[in-house]
C-alpha cells in the first residue's frame, strides 16, 4: 500500500469522527505529510465523492477554514427528520434577526443589537452563545461591555469560509427617497 492510498484511509477515518472543520494543516502534522499534499488530497477527494455514481449520501466539504464530511443536501428533508424528531433545533425568528445584527455589525454589543431590534435581547444572545453561533470578543473601549462576535460553527452552519461571504445588504436597503419623510420628521 503506498502513501497516498494510507493517508486517503486515515483521512477518511479522521474526517468520519471529526464534529468540526480540520484543516490541512493539523491533518498534515498527525500524518507526517506536508499540508499542500493534503490540501489537494482532500480537494481531489471532494471531486471524486460529487461524481460518484450513483450518489452518495455524503459530501467532502471544505468550510469554515477546514474540512469535514456533510450530508448531501438533496437528503436534507430526511436527515432533518431523522435529527430533529421529537424536539425542535430550529432558531426563533427572534434568535436570527440578532444572530444577522451581530453578522453584520460585529464586533457589536447587547445595548448596540437592542437598538437595532428595538427589543431586549439578553435571553437572545444567551441562546446563541449556548448553541455555539456567537462568543464574547472582548470589551467596548467607551463602556466597557461585551462585544459579540459570530464563531466558526456560525461559518460552519452557514456553508461559508469567512465573512466576506455574506450576502451584501444593500440590494435589501430602502431607497433614499423612502427616508426622505423620516428625516423631514427628525428637524
Known amino acids: 500500500m503506498n502513501d497516498d492510498t494510507c493517508h486517503r484511509g486515515a483521512l477518511e477515518a479522521i474526517l468520519m469522527v471529526v464534529s468540526e472543520p480540520v484543516t490541512a494543516v493539523q491533518l498534515a502534522s498527525v500524518l507526517d505529510a506536508s499540508p499542500a499534499d493534503i490540501e489537494?488530497?482532500?480537494?481531489?477527494?471532494?471531486?471524486?465523492?460529487?461524481?460518484?455514481?450513483?450518489?452518495?449520501?455524503?459530501?467532502?466539504?471544505?468550510?469554515?477554514?477546514?474540512?469535514?464530511?456533510?450530508?448531501?443536501?438533496?437528503?436534507?428533508?430526511?436527515?432533518?427528520?431523522?435529527?430533529?424528531?421529537?424536539?425542535?433545533?430550529?432558531?426563533?425568528?427572534?434568535?436570527?434577526?440578532?444572530?444577522?445584527?451581530?453578522?453584520?455589525?460585529?464586533?457589536?454589543?447587547?445595548?448596540?443589537?437592542?437598538?437595532?431590534?428595538?427589543?431586549?435581547?439578553?435571553?437572545?444572545?444567551?441562546?446563541?452563545?449556548t448553541r455555539g453561533l456567537v462568543r464574547p470578543s472582548g470589551t467596548a473601549p467607551d463602556s466597557s461591555a461585551v462585544l459579540y462576535e459570530t464563531t466558526e460553527l456560525f461559518l460552519e452552519k452557514m456553508g461559508m469560509n469567512s465573512l466576506e461571504e455574506l450576502a451584501p445588504l444593500a440590494p435589501y436597503l430602502p431607497d433614499d427617497e423612502e427616508f426622505d419623510d423620516v428625516v423631514k420628521e427628525m428637524a
Do not use: C, N
Not at 64 to 88: E, M
Open 40 to 129: 489537494s488530497m482532500l480537494a481531489s477527494m471532494a471531486t471524486e465523492y460529487s461524481h460518484d455514481e450513483p450518489p452518495r449520501g455524503f459530501q467532502l466539504r471544505k468550510v469554515g477554514g477546514g474540512w469535514r464530511f456533510y450530508s448531501d443536501p438533496r437528503y436534507a428533508d430526511v436527515v432533518s427528520k431523522f435529527v430533529t424528531s421529537g424536539h425542535s433545533a430550529k432558531l426563533s425568528v427572534q434568535a436570527l434577526e440578532t444572530l444577522a445584527v451581530i453578522a453584520y455589525r460585529q464586533p457589536v454589543t447587547r445595548a448596540q443589537i437592542a437598538a437595532i431590534r428595538g427589543v431586549d435581547v439578553d435571553s437572545v444572545v444567551r441562546t446563541l452563545q
